[in-house]
C-alpha cells in the first residue's frame, strides 16, 4: 500500500512515552531520535522539542502551565538519567539518556550530509562568537544561519516580531534555544506555529559546545552523576536547585511512583 502524504506528517501518538510526575517523557533513545529527526525534520517545522530532566520534572509537577508546556511540543526527551532509569524500571526497556548536548552533536556531525541549517537563539555575544568558531572548526560543511543573543528583559511586541521574522528569513532547520529552563520552554511554547524552524530548548549545550564548560566524564554520566559535576562547577547557582530537586523527586517518582 502506497504511503500517503498525510501518514508521513509526524505523530504524537506514535511516540511512545512514560509518564513521569506529569510530564510525557518519551520513552526513546538516540537512535530513535535521530532516526525520527531526519524522517520528519521538515515537517517539524514550527514544532519544539524539550529536553527534560529531574530539575524541569519537578517544576512541572510545582507548576500545571509549566507542566502543559513541557507536554505541549512534539516530545520531551529524558535528558535527565534518572528519567530513564524510571522509565526502563516501568517496562520501557529501550528507553535511554538523550542529552541535548549528545543530541546537538549527533545532529551536527550529519549536518553536512543533509543539508541542514542551524539558528542559535540564546546565550552572550562572547558565547555565540565562541560557539561559531568552535562549530566551524569541529563540523566540516556545517551551516549557521544565524545567531541571536537576546536582552535580559522581555521583548516588546515589535521586537518579538522582528526576531521573528529575521530566524524565519534564514530558513534554518534547527532553531537551537539556550536561555535555560524554564524560560526556553516558555518561549518555545509561545512561538509554536509562529518559528520556521524546529525548535529545541538545550540549556547548557551553548556553553558546552562553545567550550565555556566541560562535561562531566563517561563514567559519570552513566551513573547518572552529571548533576553532581555541574554542581561542583557551579555551586552558587546549582546548590539550592538540586538540594530541593532530586530529593523531591527521589520521592514523588521513585517511591511514589508517580
Known sequence: MEETEESKQPNKQDIPVCKIMGVNIAAINMG????????YIHDLSGEYMCVSNVHTTVMSYDDAEYCAVQNGGIMAIPDGG???????????????????PDYMGEIFKISAQHGYRHYFYGATEETLQKLREKLVGAYEGIEIAGMYSPPYRELTEEEDAEIIEKINSTQADFVWVGLGAPKQEIWMAKHKGQINGFMVGVGAGFDYFAGNIKRAPKWMQKMNLEWLYRLFQNPRRLFKRY???????IWHAMIRKK
Request: hydrophobic residues 25%.
Open 32 to 39: 530513535w531520535l535521530i532516526d525520527y529527526t531526519n524522517k
Open 243 to 249: 538540594f530541593y530537586s532530586n530529593p523531591k523527586f
Open 82 to 100: 534518572p528519567l530513564s532509569s524510571v522509565g526502563r524500571k516501568r517496562g520501557f526497556h529501550e528507553m535511554q539518556r538523550t542529552t541535548g
